[in-house]
């Protein structure tokens, strides 16, 4: 069984930065994409920025030149870095990670989210 666990949320002001990681565990042979999603109230859940194996990322138009994402391979961590930070950043943050456990079974497996609050 693979388990996510986010950290690193809080309340920060506007213009302030957070660093958010998340750290999987369990029966895992190799993870392909990791990535961070954010669903505030009311909204649909939508993708932050995302990074494979190789190092490829991908971000969120909303976020392009603030917030960086990372991977620490041997630790099986993503990490969030989000500078720059806006009131309209308020979400829940959710790591997600597509993996395999083994050569023939692939899982897409989620966190349990960690708050993020942007306000002065």
């Known amino acids: 069984q693979v388990q996510l666990v986010e950290s690193g949320g809080g309340l920060v002001q506007p213009g302030g930065s957070l660093r958010l990681s998340c750290a999987a565990s369990g029966s895992i042979l190799s993870i392909n994409v990791m990535g961070w999603y954010r669903q505030a109230p009311g909204k649909e859940r939508e993708l932050v920025a995302a990074?494979?194996?190789?190092?490829?990322?991908n971000y969120a138009d909303s976020v392009k030149g603030r917030f960086t994402i990372s991977r620490d391979n041997a630790k099986n961590t993503v990490y969030l870095q989000m500078n720059s930070l806006k009131p309209e950043d308020t979400a829940v943050y959710i790591c997600n990670a597509d993996l395999y456990v083994s050569s023939w079974y692939r899982d897409n497996c989620w966190g349990q989210g960690t708050q993020v609050t942007v306000s002065s």
């Open positions: 990074v494979t194996s190789s190092g490829n990322t």
